[in-house]
């Protein structure tokens, strides 16, 4: 069952990383051929430029932490994953995780809690709600604290590492 649900939200993240660096792409090469083809700069482009990258930031390391490819757990968790102790795997991918889950919840709560300011401001060339700009960010690190659960969940059922 949660490798279901995990399979989905990979597809969700897939999705979204691709649609912003899609988009990306597009504003900065339109920024580009405004300013130098066209003579007409676009003030926006710098906003949703942004805005882009701080949702697919965020969308990938969220991905990442679903397929152990992070830099931090990488490095020693390969050793550790090859390791005839199990209870130390345990305890280690669990502390690994429990540290990423206590970091994205605290951030999640915080975020959520700030988001009454965040709507209430607006960007400077589009008007756009920073809450929409951060609201994102909020969901995604609500995302990586299931992503983290489904992880410590597999751990100590034994269907992976």
Same mark, same amino acid.
């Given at each position: 069952?949660?490798?279901?649900?995990?399979?989905?939200?990979?597809?969700?993240? *897939? !999705?979204?990383?691709?649609?912003?660096?899609?988009?990306? !792409?597009?504003?900065?090469? +339109?920024?580009?051929?405004?300013?130098?083809?066209?003579?007409?700069?676009?003030?926006?482009?710098?906003?949703?430029?942004?805005?882009?990258?701080? +949702?697919?930031?965020?969308?990938?390391?969220? =991905?990442?932490? @679903?397929?152990? @490819?992070?830099?931090?757990?990488?490095?020693?968790?390969?050793?550790? *994953?090859?390791?005839?102790?199990?209870?130390?795997? *345990?305890? =280690?991918?669990?502390?690994?995780?429990?540290?990423?889950?206590?970091?994205?919840?605290?951030?999640?709560?915080?975020?959520?809690?700030?988001?009454?300011? =965040?709507?209430?401001? *607006?960007?400077?060339?589009?008007?756009?709600?920073?809450?929409?700009?951060? @609201?994102?960010?909020?969901?995604?690190?609500?995302?990586?604290?299931?992503?983290?659960?489904?992880?410590?969940?597999?751990? +100590?059922?034994?269907?992976?590492?």
């Amino acid at each position: 069952m949660i490798h279901l649900i995990d399979a989905g939200v990979v597809r969700v993240e *897939k !999705f979204c990383m691709f649609l912003a660096s899609l988009l990306l !792409f597009v504003n900065m090469t +339109w920024g580009v051929a405004a300013r130098y083809l066209f003579s007409i700069p676009a003030p926006y482009t710098e906003e949703l430029s942004i805005m882009l990258y701080v +949702w697919l930031t965020f969308w990938g390391v969220s =991905y990442l932490i @679903g397929v152990d @490819g992070h830099p931090a757990i990488e490095i020693f968790s390969s050793r550790v *994953k090859t390791s005839a102790n199990v209870a130390f795997r *345990k305890c =280690y991918f669990t502390l690994i995780y429990g540290v990423m889950l206590l970091f994205a919840g605290l951030a999640g709560i915080k975020g959520l809690s700030m988001m009454p300011m =965040y709507i209430a401001q *607006k960007t400077i060339s589009l008007g756009i709600s920073y809450g929409f700009i951060y @609201g994102v960010g909020v969901v995604v690190l609500l995302v990586m604290c299931a992503r983290c659960l489904f992880k410590i969940i597999t751990v +100590w059922i034994g269907e992976e590492q």
